[in-house]
């Protein structure tokens, strides 16, 4: 293989990186990096968040006066969930759940710009590559 070979390479796969990266949104599905499994441990987990709070503001305010509704808040039946755990453990269950889906949000944007700049500086070396090349054969 002749050494001219490697920076035209380099080239079209910093290109394809790009064009990749372009891509790489579309192709990723919702559901492999946030799973039904979890939204339904998130939803639940706000829910009991939710009614802590919805506790504690009426321990504060025994009348009630908040113009706030349950049936909304809780589903159609107005039932509040079941709570697992302590309150510091919901909130903390909570507060894990939400970090993971916003990882999940950052993963195909993450990406997507990781192979972009991957594409970016594979085709710069490709085309100085070249021209190094080209310029040392002119010589």
């Known amino acids: 293989m002749k050494i001219i070979y490697l920076p035209l390479t380099l080239t079209v796969v910093g290109l394809l990186l790009i064009v990749w990266s372009l891509l790489w949104p579309g192709m990723v599905s919702t559901e492999s990096v946030w799973s039904d499994q979890s939204a339904r441990e998130y939803s639940q987990a706000a829910a009991e968040v939710h009614h802590l709070q ?10 009630g006066g908040h113009g706030h509704s349950h049936a909304t808040a809780h589903g159609p039946a107005g039932n509040p969930p079941d709570v697992d755990g302590t309150p510091e453990e919901v909130r903390r269950r909570h507060e894990r759940l939400k970090a993971e889906l916003e990882a999940a949000r950052r993963f195909r944007d993450r990406t997507a710009k990781w192979l972009k700049w991957t594409g970016i500086v594979t085709a710069i070396f490709g085309v100085v590559g070249y021209g190094v090349l080209r310029a040392g054969a002119d010589s």
């Open 54 to 63: 919805s506790q504690a503001a009426h321990q504060d305010d025994p009348g």
